[in-house]
């Protein structure tokens, strides 16, 4: 039986959707200057602080318990999800060596993105191979399968509102009732991501029911990242209104609404946190 360990998890960064110039851009604009010697720690698990850091010089050990996850290197990003969830950290990092980095708060955080909104996609793309990775674990141990239940919204329905009032003369799209929308494996010339403005959505991975979208939640998401094949498909269960978000839209967005990128990481990271605490269970 494959082992999560064997999926990767924390090499993500240093694939080659980490770009260190997007990130040093953002960083470099707000970014506080810190300094740490060899074993002193950036951040403990369990620990409420809220930073994260990009790692100018020296090397970072992160680890639970005796279990270390992955060492940070220079030029790489380390605790943004807890930026990014307002969680309390799950690991420790400490420095290997003497370590220089830069520090971003989360107020900071957010005004940096409105400069560099690259790095908000960059952050996805991180996410969402984590998530792809988390899912094919789960599908080749056979646990693949969701309650039922409709899927925890990533907009709230004022931030909807607000999305749709700033696509402008855009209307949301209407969608009759069990109509396919997006179909596994398909790579579609539409580069949009969608937001359910109403009804619910039937979600499906190799036939197998995952979740319903309702109100506030997203469809199609990695579309605005590259032109790969659709990793689910979806169905109408009820007639759906979507908004539809380009690419361009997003960078748009980004820069005028920071609070909407900064949700939309939420409501990833949200989903990520379920799917590996679903796949440590099951590597127990």
Same mark, same amino acid.
């Given at each position: ?23 040093? $851009?953002?960083f470099?604009? =707000?970014? %506080?200057?810190?300094?740490?010697? /060899?074993?002193?720690?950036?951040? &403990?698990?369990?620990e ?14 992160l ?17 943004e ?26 107020l900071?955080?957010?005004d940096?993105?409105?400069?560099t ?14 998530l ?25 329905? $004022?931030?909807?509102?607000? =999305?749709? %009032?700033?696509?402008?003369?855009r /209307?949301?799209e209407?969608?009759? &009732?069990?109509?396919?929308?997006i ?22 991975m190799?036939?197998?029911f ?11 998401e990695i579309?605005?990242?590259n ?18 978000i ?33 796949s ?5």
């Amino acid at each position: 039986m494959s082992r999560i360990d064997d999926l990767q998890f924390n090499a993500s960064s240093r694939e080659t959707i980490y770009d260190p110039e997007i990130a040093l $851009a953002c960083f470099e604009t =707000l970014g %506080k200057p810190c300094e740490l010697p /060899e074993g002193e720690a950036f951040f &403990a698990e369990k620990e409420t602080s809220d930073c994260m850091y990009l790692l100018l010089e020296g090397e970072v050990r992160l680890f639970r318990g005796v279990r270390v996850l992955d060492i940070v290197r220079s030029g790489e990003i380390f605790g943004e999800m807890a930026v990014i969830t307002g969680q309390p950290r799950t690991a420790w990092a400490v420095a290997r060596e003497p370590c220089k980095a830069l520090m971003l708060e989360p107020l900071q955080f957010v005004d940096a993105i409105c400069t560099t909104p690259e790095f908000v996609l960059m952050l996805m793309r991180i996410m969402f191979k984590r998530l792809r990775l988390t899912s094919e674990f789960l599908r080749k141990t056979g646990r693949l399968r969701n309650s039922g239940k409709t899927h925890e919204k990533v907009f709230s329905k $004022a931030l909807v509102k607000q =999305l749709t %009032k700033a696509m402008g003369t855009r /209307e949301p799209e209407t969608i009759p &009732a069990t109509t396919t929308i997006i179909r596994e494996g398909e790579t579609d010339s539409d580069s949009s991501m969608y937001v359910v403005v109403s009804g619910e959505i039937s979600v499906s991975m190799q036939d197998t029911f995952i979740e319903r979208i309702g109100v506030g939640g997203i469809l199609g998401e990695i579309s605005l990242l590259n032109d790969s094949p659709r990793t689910a498909s979806a169905i109408a269960l009820t007639e759906v209104q979507l908004l539809p978000i380009s690419r361009d839209d997003f960078m748009r967005l980004v820069k005028s609404n920071p609070t909407f990128a900064v949700t939309l990481l939420r409501g990833i990271a949200t989903r990520l946190e379920i799917q590996t605490a679903k796949s440590a269970f099951m590597d127990r």
